[in-house]
């Protein structure tokens, strides 16, 4: 079963998933230890927006016009309803709709 996988490749995976793990239960800890100010706590609020709009516009600026519609129709959800989650699927649903219709956007 493991006779296509090298050992090397076994290891940086492990290893990747390791820190990975350590970063992630690392900050959980110290933000148990600190109270973050205001501004910090509003920044991780905002953050779930920021890798949205970071991911957005690398589609965008790869994308035409029905990626356009689908980046519009993520922002205006994201915006209405405040849910990252809600407007992620209404982004995919809408590529799939245009795509799926056929219908070409030039």
Same mark, same amino acid.
């Given at each position: ?25 690392? &900050?959980?800890?110290? *933000? ?5 100010? #205001? $501004? +910090?706590?509003? !920044?991780?609020?905002?953050?779930? /927006? ?20 689908? &980046?519009?129709?993520? *922002? ?5 309803? #405040? $849910? +990252?989650?809600? !407007?992620?699927?209404?982004?995919? /649903? ?13």
């Amino acid at each position: 079963m493991f006779d296509d996988v090298s050992l090397t490749a076994l290891a940086v995976v492990f290893g990747m998933s390791t820190v990975t793990y350590v970063t992630k239960a690392g &900050g959980f800890w110290a *933000l148990d230890r600190v109270e973050p100010s #205001e $501004s +910090v706590r509003e !920044a991780l609020d905002a953050l779930p /927006g920021g890798i949205l709009v970071a991911i957005l516009i690398v589609r965008l600026l790869e994308g035409g016009p029905t990626e356009w519609m689908a &980046g519009i129709a993520v *922002l205006v959800v994201a915006h209405r309803t #405040e $849910s +990252v989650l809600l !407007a992620m699927i209404v982004g995919v /649903g809408t590529l799939i709709i245009v795509r799926g219709s056929g219908a070409s956007i030039t």
